[in-house]
């Protein structure tokens, strides 16, 4: 086998070799239990609380036994339950509930389930006794003074006292008298995006000073949808002083069992930046303490309720005699828009809250990749014209490499007569074929190896770009052209109805035909591949052809389930490296037969 095919099938099959295991990590995730609530019960009541002082001043809350789940009941029957403020803006809907005080009604009106156009908005929220409870709880722990049961929780009939819709331009205030002499105040805001300002206040109208915690919690009961792939990060996210951490779903049982939080914990201590919340793979819910307001955060997981829950823990505060003390913290609950997130950080000090995009290990490249993307699709105003544009400027910062490996592989491709003849004079000594053909090369100044290292670095680069389209949401529901709808999803045509030709379905995900259920996009990257192949001469060893045949074809199957804005980079990559490495071959004197291989690659194949 001569060094060019055999350094050319080096890097094609190290190629291939690493999208297999790349595609083999993909498989759905084990359902593991699911995220919910520090000190809410499964049928969403919060238990009584317990506060045990600790030296430093804070307190730990610990809940009562949890109480048997109830019957899920529907959404429409679970908002009707309990009276309500309605939270109105421009690209959010949903409903506070008075009882308790809950956010737990949460839309996002600029995105769709689906592509239906009568398709429901995302439901971010949802009340307990629904199927899957995902709500916020805010409230006051006693740290001294106060009987525990006059502090507010999940059934107290919180009162307006200004405000009838929650919009961008009118927050609204929650009041509750514990009757003790205690006034208890919540004023709730939000932003023309996804930032909640939450503002709890104590009034204190008895003549002894009180010490009081305020917390924020975000609960899950029951497993989540997820995404349920390796290559994205859902579950628990959270800052702590310049250092993002993660804890998945299925990972939050294994943390030490707390029997006083009678729950699975981690936590930390006392932080002076930070947030912690849940992160889905298009949407998120965070609790952000003021940047510099000192708190601990805890994420933690009730066995016997199958719940999980994520706090931010203020420190104790004492509110003097005849005074109101109040702390104000940020909820984030919306889309995981990069532009929005990063405007969060920069405009409210939140450090780095862009991060809680899951950019992965090649940070390096996904991160530049994407503002790259983000910048041509602004310009352009289409994903997959963006993709493509991308593709060319890759194809433009590589060209210097591409240029030097096309021009060695032109002047292999003149030396292939005397390598033709060197292998019938000295047959099938091997070591003798080795050693002259290494000096044919150092004669003609040819390095087989430089053809390489454009193939390896595309790897890094072909990983970040399927990063960046799988875990931003900037490319779900995405269109192109024609019938691609959204870029982040597989093509929807299928080779086996000829591509909706004929008059039947494509077979769906579950059915074992699905891996030969190929769309359009799938098919050019196989045929442009095949083409590029085309370009270098064809293998001696039979062996070796025969791997060559069919690499494009296994690309093809391979790649045909993953995002169609990946395949279309793929396409475009070919595409163009097709005719860069055509036009440097014929500057350099040689002239590709195409036609002519393809002719004599079938007659090979037809003879064999």
């Known amino acids: 086998m001569d060094d060019q095919n055999k350094n050319l099938l080096l890097a094609t099959v190290l190629s291939f070799a690493v999208i297999f295991i790349w595609f083999i990590l993909f498989p759905p995730q084990d359902r593991a239990p699911d995220p919910a609530t520090q000190v809410e019960q499964a049928d969403g009541v919060v238990a009584d609380v317990t506060a045990v002082p600790t030296t430093d001043g804070q307190v730990i809350v610990s809940a009562a036994p949890a109480l048997a789940p109830s019957a899920a009941e529907t959404r429409e029957a679970a908002l009707a339950a309990t009276p309500r403020i309605e939270i109105k803006t421009a690209r959010l809907s949903g409903s506070i509930s008075l009882e308790g005080g809950r956010i737990d009604d949460l839309h996002l009106t600029d995105y769709k389930e689906t592509l239906d156009p009568d398709s429901d908005t995302v439901t971010l929220l949802s009340p307990a006794n629904t199927e899957q409870p ?38 609204v205030t929650l009041v509750w008298d514990n009757g003790a002499g205690l006034i208890f105040r919540r004023e709730i805001s939000v932003d023309d995006n996804y930032m909640f300002t939450i503002r709890q206040s104590v009034e204190n109208t008895t003549d002894t000073p009180v010490k009081l915690q305020p917390y924020g919690i975000i609960a899950r009961v029951g497993m989540p949808e997820t995404a349920g792939r390796y290559i994205l990060h859902e579950g628990v996210i959270r800052e702590e002083d310049g250092e993002i951490q993660e804890i998945k779903y299925k990972d939050m049982p294994d943390e030490p069992f707390d029997p006083v939080e009678a729950g699975n914990v981690n936590k930390l201590e006392v932080q002076q930046n930070g947030w912690i919340g849940f992160t889905d793979k298009n949407w998120m819910t965070t609790l952000i303490p003021m940047p510099g307001q ?58 780095k809250f862009v991060d809680s995009v899951d950019w992965g290990m090649f940070f390096f490249l996904t991160k530049p990749i994407f503002a790259l993307l983000d910048f041509l699709y602004k310009l352009i105003g289409n994903m997959g014209w963006a993709i493509i544009g991308l ?18 592989m032109s002047k292999m491709k003149k030396l292939q007569p005397e390598m033709e ?17 290494m000096e044919l090369y150092k004669k003609n100044k040819v390095n087989p190896a430089s053809g390489c290292l454009p193939i390896f670095l595309q790897i890094p680069i072909f990983f970040s770009l399927y990063k960046v389209l799988f875990v931003t949401i900037e490319m779900r529901h995405a269109p192109w052209i024609g019938w691609i709808k959204d870029l982040s999803a597989p093509d929807p045509t299928s080779i086996l109805n000829l591509f909706g030709l004929l008059p039947w379905d494509a077979p769906g995900p579950e059915s074992f035909l699905a891996i030969l259920s190929i769309g359009v996009l799938p098919v050019l990257m196989g045929i442009t591949m095949w083409l590029q192949q085309k370009l270098n001469p064809a293998p001696t060893d039979k062996t070796q052809a025969m791997i060559f045949a069919y690499m494009p074809w296994v690309f093809m199957f391979m790649l045909g ?23 440097i071959m014929r500057s350099q004197g040689v002239k590709p037969d195409i036609f002519g291989n393809i002719m004599s690659s079938f007659k090979r194949d037809k003879a064999d």
């Open 134 to 171: 995902y709500y916020t709880v805010y409230g006051w722990v006693p740290a001294g003074g106060v009987d525990p049961s006059k502090v507010p929780g999940a059934k107290t009939p919180w009162q307006v006292e200004s405000g009838t819709v929650l919009s961008e331009n009118s927050p």
């Open 294 to 351: 000192g708190f601990t955060s805890v994420s933690k997981y009730t066995p016997t309720t199958d719940t999980y829950q994520t706090d931010a823990r203020l420190p104790v505060v004492e509110v003097p005699a005849g005074q109101t003390v109040g702390v104000s913290t940020m909820l984030f609950a919306g889309a995981k828009e990069v532009s929005t997130i990063k405007a969060y950080q920069e405009s409210l000090g939140i450090e």
């Open 391 to 408: 593709t060319l400027i890759i194809k433009a910062l590589l060209f210097p490499l591409a240029y030097k490996s096309y021009v060695s």
């Open 421 to 437: 003849a060197l292998k019938e004079r000295v047959g099938d000594d091997r070591a003798a074929m080795q050693k002259e053909m």
């Open 561 to 583: 389930s993953f995002a169609s804005g990946l395949v279309l980079y793929w396409v475009a990559n070919n595409t163009i490296t097709f005719i860069q490495q055509y036009a």
